[in-house]
């Protein structure tokens, strides 16, 4: 009698092959889901930088021409405290606009709902660099709502990426077409 036996060695080197044969698929689309959103966020951090830019732009013109008006005043001998207030809140304005250029990382996470959208218990957690965060949220709401979306809260800070992930990985939560969504509003 003819005895056929399968040595352990191979039969574990099959079963990686045929592992490795399986991942690959899932691998190739991770990596395509990858470079999807490393170009999505190349191109809102070229949105933003320019956003930025023309505020600053902006903002150095109204400072002009305010300090030119304010030397015209004091050439006069008389004062004007609403344009030195003025000046100051544009100092202010600049300083934070030069803070945001700076700090790439810093940005609002949002979390807004839209029942017509999403359902009655969903809400969308996202995150935006843009100066006016309400400016994503009408944007997002232009593109394929029904109806607007109720914002719940903002939250800003310096590096908003993990905060976002850590509001977003709590108990409760799971994705809805690649979106981070959680089953209850709060």
Do not use: W
């Not at 030195?84 to 100092?91: N, V």
């Not at 609002?108 to 957690?125: A, E, L, Q, R, T």
């Amino acid at each position: 009698m003819m005895e056929i036996r399968i040595s352990t060695l191979f039969h574990s080197l099959r079963l990686k092959e045929i592992e490795l044969t399986s991942d690959f698929p899932i691998k190739k689309q991770e990596e395509r889901e990858e470079a999807r959103e490393d170009r999505a966020r190349l191109k809102e951090e070229a949105r933003v930088a320019a956003e930025i830019a023309a505020e600053r732009e902006r903002l150095d013109k109204e400072r002009t021409h305010i300090v030119n008006a304010l030397k015209a005043i004091q050439t006069s001998c008389t004062n004007d405290p609403s344009l030195e207030e003025k000046l100051a809140s544009i100092d202010d304005a600049i300083a934070r606009n030069d803070y945001r250029a700076a700090n790439i990382r810093a940005g609002y996470v949002y979390i807004i709902s839209n029942p017509g959208s999403f359902g009655i218990d969903v809400v969308k957690i996202g995150l935006t660099r843009r100066l006016e965060p309400m400016t994503r949220v009408d944007e997002l709401g232009d593109a394929s709502a029904p109806f607007r979306f109720d914002v719940h809260c903002f939250f800003f800070g310096t590096s908003f990426q993990p905060l976002e992930t850590r509001r977003s990985t709590g108990s409760g939560f799971f994705r809805l077409t690649g979106e981070i969504h959680t089953p209850k509003c709060a």
